[in-house]
């Protein structure tokens, strides 16, 4: 009898583990994106970083990069901590687009917005733009970076790089409200200590790790995570990163914006207490950029009439202009360069900038700061 139990229970498991193996190999044949264990926890913040001073490949169906993180664990080339006098510097905290994994270091919007700015005959500085960028972040978790890595460098210059299609639920629906605010409603801007690591910490970490590894267990986590997003502020069947061009926006919305204006003021809070600017600057993301992909967009969405694709920029010069620091918004440029060209700024097979994109981000920036000499220059004593 228990011979007969024990094989049943054998044979159970091998099906199960039989399943799983194949399920795994169908799952790396379909999904093309890989799972790479490419970040890691800073044991003196807490937060997410890249493993410092390593290698990664970096690899989509349209791509593929390797890229080098620095000591501090980020997508960037390595700047001294103390500024020389003669460096004027700019900091750029922001997700997935600012971390910019798509494409060499050397072709990235920051790097080509270094040496435009360093180009200039009559510039009074050498310019150093040091980039903060992980993926997924949104504005509390940029603030956060800016305050334990990015003020670390002397700043001269801030830039919140805000992806409108998604920061606003990254810190709605990803993050716990009581984690960003007190009970006062004050931003919270120290993190938890880490505890001590103890056996059970230790298992429970060596399981995760483990499970990163596996592409079906990851593919399956995303899917869930989008599921349990898209139900927490759907709104006519509107997928969530479409929900912030609604022309009408719900109880939940408005809250989430109204968080957003709280972390934006705080980051110029931080420039005014330091003397120095801050410059929110909004991305772009393809389809409002690109005709063809608008297309596909409006396909999708009928009912036209329930978007307004500007709400978002407009919304942000308001939040500027109550607070008085910069507002750039790249979406009109973007727009009005795609109206004389085929390409894409984007990756098809993922969605981020491309080579083009970042030379179009890059240009455009570089023409802003120019026209606002202010935001360049430590010499204006009438900062905003």
Known sequence: MKNKIGQKIFLLLFSLGLTFFVLEIIVRAIDKSPHQDIYTRDPNTSLL?????QEFVVKQECFENKIISNSFGFNSREYDIKKPDDVFR?????????ESNQIPLANTFFTKLEEKLNSQEDK???YEIIPFGISSHGTYLNLIYLKEYAMQYQPD?????????????????KLNPSDQFDQNGNIILSLPELPEPNFKTKIKSTIKNIFKK??????????YLAQQSSSIIAEDDVELDKQVFLSEYSQEWQQAWDNQEKFLAEFQNI????????LLLSLTEAYRVHDNLFDELDEKYKNQEIFDY???ETILQEIADEHKFSYLALYPAFKKRAQNTTES??????????ELGHDWASDIIYGYLTDNIHLINREYSDRI
Do not use: R
């Not at 420039?271 to 801050?278: K, R, T």
């Open 90 to 98: 700019i900091v750029i905290v922001g997700d997935s687009f600012v």
């Open 214 to 223: 596996s592409a079906l267990i990851m593919f399956s986590y995303e899917k």
């Open 124 to 126: 009074q500085y050498k």
């Open 157 to 173: 210059l801030i830039i919140d790089a805000f992806l409108v299609a998604n920061d606003v639920t990254d810190d709605f629906v």
């Open 345 to 354: 700024t984007v990756w098809s097979c993922d969605g981020h900038w491309n």
């Open 49 to 53: 970083i890249l493993k410092p001073e």
């Open 310 to 312: 500007n709400k978002p």
């Open 271 to 278: 420039a005014i207490a330091n003397n120095i600017d801050f």
